[in-house]
């Protein structure tokens, strides 16, 4: 029913900004939840930061004071700026979107995106 796809990845200077977007589409009324991933070979997916609805945010603790994580309701987007950006942080980041309402009611699914690279790198 959902379908997100990532954009705005890169090769960034440590020290620099980027901008991931991820756009979803389907039979959408609502989005709950919607928020960031990363992962590096070898490693396990971690969570980056989410934001619902109601105005809550978390972030991970090595990311906080760095990133801010935004949505746009009306476009059923979900953003994630990236300042001061760290080697550490390369990875291939994803979006998530959980707590859907869509026109059969509530969708209690996780949804994923094919994820964007981001590659910190002097």
């Known amino acids: 029913q959902v379908q997100l796809v990532e954009s705005g990845g890169g090769l960034v200077q440590p020290g620099g900004s980027l901008r991931l977007s991820c756009a979803a589409s389907g039979s959408i009324f609502s989005i709950n939840v919607m928020g960031w991933y990363r992962q590096v070979p070898g490693k396990e997916r971690e969570l980056v930061a989410t934001?619902?609805?109601?105005?809550?945010?978390n972030y991970a603790d090595s990311v906080k004071g760095r990133f801010t994580i935004s949505r746009d309701n009306a476009k059923k987007m979900v953003f994630l700026q990236m300042n001061s950006l760290k080697p550490e942080d390369t990875a291939v980041y994803y979006c998530n979107v959980v707590g859907v309402r869509t026109n059969s009611g509530f969708d209690g699914m996780s949804y994923w995106g094919k994820g964007t690279l981001v590659t910190v790198s002097s």
């Open positions: 934001s619902t609805r109601g105005g809550t945010t």
